[in-house]
Structures are given as C-alpha cells and as structure tokens.
C-alpha cells in the first residue's frame, strides 16, 4: 500500500481511510470523531461522508433509495466500479439474485462444511507445532489459509491456486482503491478465470458452487424464470471469491491477536470452550472487519446533517459497533458479553450471505487453537501490521508459543 498520500490535516474535514494512519488506528480515529464530530466530511475521494453513530449507519443500510450500492468502495478513481452481484445491486435487481444465490449458504449447507474446516485447522497446526523454535505468526501461518481452503473446497477450485485467490484480493483490496489500473487487471484475471471454470462446468456439473451457480434459477418481479446470464454468474463467482476470504482472515486473525495478550480471556476460553461462540460475536463487534461504501443516490439528510447526491459514504459497522450508546464499556472486549446486538455483517437487504460459513470457520478456528495451542504470547507487539483499505484485520501477528 502506498504511503505516499497527502496528511491528513483533520479527521472531522479531511478524513482518509487509505492512509497507514488509519490502518492502524481506525478504532481510535472513529471513536474520537464520533466524539467531536459524529458526521465527519472529507473534500477526498470526490466528497465523501464519515458517519461514526449506530443509528446513522443503521438508518443509511435501511435507506436503499437515496443510499445505492453501486459504488460500495470509496476510492481516489471514482468512475471505476464493478457489478458484482448482489453487493453493488440496489432494488428491484438486487432481491432475485440475492434470492437465487442464497441456499448454498443455509445453515444446513454450512453446518457440512465442519469437518472440512476442523481438518483444514488441524493440519496447521500440525505444522506449526512441528517447528522447534516455538515461534509462528498466526496470521501468516494460520488466518490467511482457513478462508481461502474452504472457498476453494466450495467453490470447486485446486487448493492450490489458494496462493493466487490471496494476490488478487490483496491488489483488490489493499491496493486498488489507490491504484485503478491494479484493480481492473486483478478483476479482468478473475473474471478469466472463472471463465475458464464455467466452461470446464458444462463438460462436467458436480456439487461444488460454481456448478449450482450455473444451475441455479433467478425468478424476476413479473414471475418469469430463468438461468442467470454469464455475466451474472462472473460477477457473482467474483463478489463470493473475494467477500470469503480476506473477511474471515481478518477476523481470526485479530481474534487471536487479542488472545495473544489478553491473558485472562485466553485462559477463561482454554477452561470453558463452550463459551467461544458467544467470544465469536464479540471478537466480530470489537474488530468488525467490514466497512462498505454507499453512492449518495438523492440529496438526504445523515443524522441531521444534509448531504448531496453524488457524494460517497463510508459505511462503517465498525464505529456503529464501538457506539457507547448502544453497547455498554463499547470500548472494552467482553468476552461473554450477553447482549451483543453487532452489525459486523450489516444490515437490511445487503446483510452477509456468508455470515453462517464467517460464524463457523471462526467458531472451528478458535476452538482447535486454543485445544492444542492454549499458551501463546506476542512475541513483538511493535511487529503486528494492519491491513489498509476498507476490510480490516490482523496480517502480522508474531507469536511466542509456551
Ligand atoms: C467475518 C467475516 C465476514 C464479515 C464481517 C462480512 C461482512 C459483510 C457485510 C458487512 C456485508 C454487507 C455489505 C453491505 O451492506 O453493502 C456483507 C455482504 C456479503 N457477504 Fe460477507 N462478511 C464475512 C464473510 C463472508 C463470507 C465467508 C462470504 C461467502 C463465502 C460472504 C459473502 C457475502 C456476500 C455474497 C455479500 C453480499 C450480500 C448482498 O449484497 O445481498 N461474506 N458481508
């Protein structure tokens, strides 16, 4: 990621999310703007909006028509956007789509998927155990590879082309919001390759999700029924490749960078596993990885404050998250915290498709480290990196095992 952006002078008026300083301190930058200046306005990225409050967030979700999707990354190159079934869709094309692509990801489908992810974790900790230094990065050596094994398990794909599915998300991600040109011939490899596969798919249908999504049937508002076009079937193979992976890495991965120095919540999850689904939905509120962005479709009003079509939004459930006036202590990981009402995944008709298979890689992921891994340390907090961009997580976690 590039570091070489203008300073930013002050968050309230000239707020930059692409900037290292973000990266590494988003959750202090939202806060404090939430403070001081709970609408916050950049002269950025063609004019953009930064609001930090629940209830802001919450009601720009809801709010489809004067809030579009179609421009969900808030970039230096405001032209450059890509239709990626159903994320950048608004109503009325949005529902069919989203409703045809929705059965792979039912609880039923996803609960399958345990024992693939438990053998996926197992055997990384197999390597990592068999080292004799006692040193690992659990974001290196763990995180990044449970996401991009089982989309690869789904998706039908060779796990090892895993290496290349990390490339293309990290110059989508990190580096494509600076750079356009990145970010087109990242797109333009995956659409190749999934052009590749579909074709491969129609010599040969199995039960993977690449065929079902060449099976599957979009019903349209007047009742016709039909297959999904190529086009449709690109953008959406390209929107599942991506949304899976980086956002579930970043979640395991600053979870256990919490665990890392967080000695008591460590020790209480090794004695008491049953609790790591409820830590799960804190680690999710606390280091929600997920901001999106919304095209100001019609001039509106966020939160009192009015704003004119054509601006952009950066939608950050994580500063909704961290609301004091909706989570008590918002600012504190409470491990068994009863009442966790989190929009990690979002809100309204954009909510995660994928929230069942994050909940479950994560639930897995945790569980086998803390059973064969239940003593582990930071070995350099000055060495944990952040990733830049609008998905946000844990990339170096230097760990000292024992
Ligand atoms: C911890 C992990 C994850 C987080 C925090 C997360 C978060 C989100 C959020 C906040 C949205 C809403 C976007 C918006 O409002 O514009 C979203 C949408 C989506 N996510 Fe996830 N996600 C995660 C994992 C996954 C996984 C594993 C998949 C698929 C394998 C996935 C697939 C999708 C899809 C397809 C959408 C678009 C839904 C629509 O537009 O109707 N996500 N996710």
Redesign the pocket.
Known sequence: MSTERPEVTDWATDWDHLTDDYARHAPQILDDLRERCPVAHTERFNGAWLPTRYDDVAAI?YDTGRFS?RA?VVTDQSKFGLVLP??T?DPPL?GPI?RA?LPP?NPKATAALEPKIRAVCERLIDAILARTDGHADAAIDYAQHI?VEL?AH?LGLPPDDGDQFRTWVYELLELGPGDADVSRRASREIFAYFDAQLADRATKSGDDLISWVCRAELTEPDGTVRLLTQRERLGSLH??LV??ID??W??IGSSLWHLAHHKEDRLRLVAEPELIPIAVEEF?RMY???T?GRLIAADAQIGGCPVTAGEHVL?S?PAANRDPAHFPDADQVIIDRSENRH?????????????N??RL??KVALECWLARIPEFTLADPAAVEWSHGQVRGARLVPIRIG
Do not use: D, N
């Open positions: 979700a999707s969900t159903p994320i869709l949005h989203r692509l990801f996401p989309i789904l929107l599942i949304a899976g956002t579930t970043s979640a999710l929600s990885p997920v999106m939608l459930f929009i990690a995944f979002g809100l309204g008709i954009h909510r995660c498709l994928g929230s298979t994050a890689e994560m």
